[in-house]
């Protein structure tokens, strides 16, 4: 490949540019780096999929062979700026024993289409992805609600690089395989180069490619040239039913860690931020179909079904989308009765988690959080609440921005450039402003109560504060899981009722198994008798507890979880159903309960006493 790319660097015009200050741009997220690149390049693919079809998503992690750095260096970025800062950023990447690059790619996307350079934009012009991404800054969004609204997220892509440089490979949809395009862009520092008695300045951005013979401006290669250029780069091949982007982020920051660990963090930080594209019920134009490749080794990501507590924050999102739940409410602004967004909220028993992460994982050990977000289905941020007083139970909320357009475009401009928080004091006074406000404040005060029993022990009116309403729509609710404290104690039919002393200790939670009737919680009890050993059976209830810790009455529309046995745990005594005879034994026992699906039980033990005649 005989090949070399140009590099040009962009000197500050005669009305001045924005300068080395680009690279702030991006604020300071309240995220950290590799979520915060995560967000803005998949964001950026969200907005990408306008073909009818899902998008497919390719992160790899890779060293370069011996072979793609030669390439690299001599025919890719062979040229090198001349601003010391960037001069030595580069060189120091490049001189280094191993080289890792991050790519990600997406497929089945518009790519990177239209003009190249934003000075040359033919009239009627339309789709300007390629200026947007590359060379523009701060454009506001072209997606009707869609991710993004700045377009400064891309500057996530440099910050991640040790070099901060980039190369984008992109096969737009409409051209075909000539339309193929590659370019090599680094953004550093502004820097000057005198020139006699003149100082020449340069804004710090750099590229790679194709220069233009009457100004020198470089434009990407193209066709044929780009395909084999990515090609020796290492970067996935396409084609027609292909379409999309390729980022290559050279020299990624890995912060002292082997590359296996870092896609524990990666396959957190995609699951935590975009589980609702990735569930099972998405809609098919809407899905991620991600894959996530390290070192070769494919690395799976599993439905967010399968991974607590997604699975919790899953089903209330099926209940925001579909309006069908016990556990949904509807914010709306009080005095403008604009309706706000809907709320569901959904409980159950604390998942075991998946340790993908052995130290500072993304996944909380107790969910009690809000997952919010606009109608597109990204998570914003999450609001963390209360959490139930039961340890064994946790909880997970979704708030879904209404989609009319006052009210959606009121919460994407409240965004900060990372699109991670709602920040009411980005708007002017005015009703965007209260709207936000309202929806915040609410949220806050439903979070803080939801773990509270005061507040779930008031009367059920339509005046009271949202919890109380979605606490009448919930029905009864988990406060005071029975402890270690004693069972109650009766008689057997016919027998008189005396004082006794024999106590089954409240039952408590020790593992769940899965049959193939469904899935079986395991509870035990410590029986203790009394001198006379007058305890003879002892007797297993479950109830369905949705809240909190006080157990759900029959009869009111909830499924009733089954006690399919009791047995002592060294196995020598066993009954099937909810009846042991335990002929004045003690002992530690196991009650197995079948649950019934999407419900958290809890269980109950008694003695039953043989009356003396």
């Not at 997604?310 to 099926?318: I, Q, V």
């Not at 004693?486 to 089954?504: E, F, I, M, P, Y």
């Amino acid at each position: 490949m005989s090949l070399r790319l140009q590099l040009f660097s962009e000197p500050y015009g005669s009305t001045g540019n924005i300068g080395d200050n680009i690279t702030r741009l991006l604020g300071a997220p309240s995220l950290d780096p590799l979520q915060t690149l995560i967000r803005e390049a998949l964001q950026n693919v969200a907005d990408a999929a306008k073909l009818g079809v899902g998008p497919t998503i390719e992160i790899r992690v890779r060293y370069l062979t011996d072979e793609q750095r030669s390439v690299l260096e001599n025919k890719m970025i062979g040229v090198l700026p001349v601003g010391a800062q960037s001069n030595a950023l580069l060189k120091e990447s490049l001189a280094k024993d191993r080289l890792v690059v991050m790519e990600i790619c997406d497929f089945q996307t518009i790519g990177l289409g239209g003009p190249t350079r934003s000075d040359r934009v033919p009239i009627g012009t339309s789709n300007t992805q390629f200026i947007n991404f590359l060379r523009n800054i701060g454009v506001a969004r072209n997606t009707v609600r869609g991710g993004g609204t700045y377009g400064f997220g891309k500057v996530a892509l440099y910050k991640a690089s040790h070099c901060s440089t980039i190369i984008v490979d992109s096969l737009p949809h409409e051209d075909g395989p000539e339309g193929r395009r590659l370019i090599g862009c680094h953004l550093g520092p502004s820097f000057e180069v005198s020139a006699g008695t003149m100082s020449h300045r340069f804004t710090g951005r750099h590229w790679w490619g194709v220069a233009d013979p009457k100004d020198g401006v470089v434009d990407p290669v193209t066709g044929v040239a780009a395909q084999t250029l990515a090609a020796a780069l290492g970067m996935p091949e396409r084609g027609r039913d292909r379409t999309g982007t390729s980022i290559m982020i050279l020299d990624y920051i890995l912060e002292d860690e082997d590359l296996r660990s870092f896609a524990g963090r990666i396959s957190e930080a995609i699951l935590w931020n975009f589980w609702p594209r990735m569930m099972r019920d998405t809609p098919p134009s809407l899905k991620f179909n991600l894959r996530l490749e390290v070192e070769g080794r494919n690395f799976e990501i599993p439905a967010p079904e399968n991974f607590a507590p997604l699975d919790l924050f899953c089903k209330a999102m099926k209940s925001a989308k579909s309006g069908k739940g016990n556990n949904l409410l509807e914010l709306s602004a009080t005095k403008s009765n604009i309706k706000l967004g809907v709320l569901a909220i959904e409980k159950g028993l604390r998942g075991q988690r998946r340790n993908y992460v052995a130290d500072s994982s993304l996944i909380p050990p107790v969910a009690q959080h809000i997952a919010l977000m606009r109608p597109v289905g990204l998570v914003v941020k999450y609001m963390i609440g209360t959490a139930l007083p039961d340890e064994r139970l946790e909880w997970g909320g979704v708030f879904v921005v209404s989609d009319e357009e006052e009210v959606e475009s009121a919460f994407a401009e409240a965004e900060p450039p990372a699109h991670d928080d709602w920040i009411p004091e980005n708007l002017e006074k005015g009703i965007a402003k209260t709207l936000v406000n309202v929806a915040l404040r609410d949220l806050r005060r439903i979070a803080s109560e939801i773990g509270l029993s005061s507040i779930l022990n008031k009367p059920k009116t339509q005046a009271g504060p949202p919890l109380a309403k979605l606490a009448s729509r919930l029905g009864a609710a988990l406060e005071g899981v029975s402890g270690d404290g004693a069972g109650r104690v009766r008689n057997k039919a016919g027998g008189r009722r005396k004082v006794t002393h024999a106590l089954a200790s409240g039952p408590h939670f020790v593992r769940l198994e899965s049959v193939k009737a469904g899935i079986v919680a395991v509870f035990r009890t410590e029986v203790r008798q009394d001198a006379k050993r007058s305890a003879n059976a002892l007797i297993a209830s479950a109830s369905v507890a949705v809240d909190g810790g006080r157990a759900v009455e029959a009869g009111v529309g909830l499924p009733d979880p089954v006690v399919l046995s009791i047995s002592s745990v060294d196995g020598q005594n066993f009954a099937r159903g909810c009846r042991l005879n335990i002929e004045g034994e003690e002992g530690i026992y196991e009650i197995r309960v079948m649950m019934p699906d999407d419900c958290a039980v809890i269980a109950s033990a008694e003695l039953i006493m043989e009356a003396k005649r």
